[in-house]
């Protein structure tokens, strides 16, 4: 019998902190458009989807991530303000924008040559830093986009140190929908 494929992504989480900033958003009514909002304490930056995984598929990037995360130093991580995945009047996904750094793109580059090393598939898709808000929108009526703009323009304001990289499991019919499982350090100053 073949042993379970959960789902496993690497990712940097997202402080309490900030978390609640943005969970504000979700109070904007504006939000029923989408079908599915994201739970607080799922917020997180996706730097590489792994897919499903058996135990023994991790073996090897645990060897190899640790020695490519370690050589990046601590940095900050600092929010833009929400942006979507589609049309702005009928979008995918909303999610809160995060500045692209020569850290953050270091980073993410690191984390990919480890996974592809460990024979994980390269991600097609150009890395797009971002943490998801909602998805799945409703069928009726045109989003708000501006308004969601105006309510998140002081998150370019909101900062925070990123120590270390974390392998996510996905619960599916769980909230929260995902788990931590290993954490991978970066440098230290």
């Known amino acids: 019998m073949e042993a379970e494929r959960l ?15 943005i969970n504000e958003l979700t109070n904007l009514r504006e939000l029923a458009f989408f079908t599915s909002v994201t739970h ?5 930056i996706t730097l590489f989807f792994l897919g499903g995984v058996v135990d023994k598929e991790l073996e090897l990037l645990y060897k190899k991530l640790p020695v490519l995360v370690q050589q990046i130093p601590a940095f900050d991580v600092q929010l833009n303000q929400a942006g979507v995945f589609g049309k702005e009047e009928r979008p995918r ?10 850290p953050l793109l270091d ?26 808000i ?11 986009m501006q308004k969601v ?6 998150w370019k304001d909101i900062q925070w140190r990123v120590k ?5 499991a996905v619960r599916l019919g769980q909230l929260p929908r995902y788990e931590l499982k290993a954490s991978f350090p970066l440098m230290q100053h």
């Open 7 to 21: 789902h496993y992504f690497l990712a940097l989480s997202v402080p309490e902190d900030v978390q609640k900033k």
């Open 40 to 44: 607080i304490r799922d917020y997180h």
């Open 93 to 102: 996904v909303l999610f809160a924008g995060v500045k692209r750094t020569r």
């Open 107 to 132: 980073l993410q580059a690191a984390v990919a040559k480890g996974c592809v090393e460990a024979g994980f598939h390269e991600e097609k898709r150009p890395f797009r830093p971002h943490i998801t």
């Open 134 to 144: 909602a998805k799945r929108r409703n069928q009726g009526g045109t989003f708000p």
């Open 149 to 154: 703009v105006n309510e998140t323009k002081h």
């Open 164 to 168: 270390e990289v974390g392998l996510y």
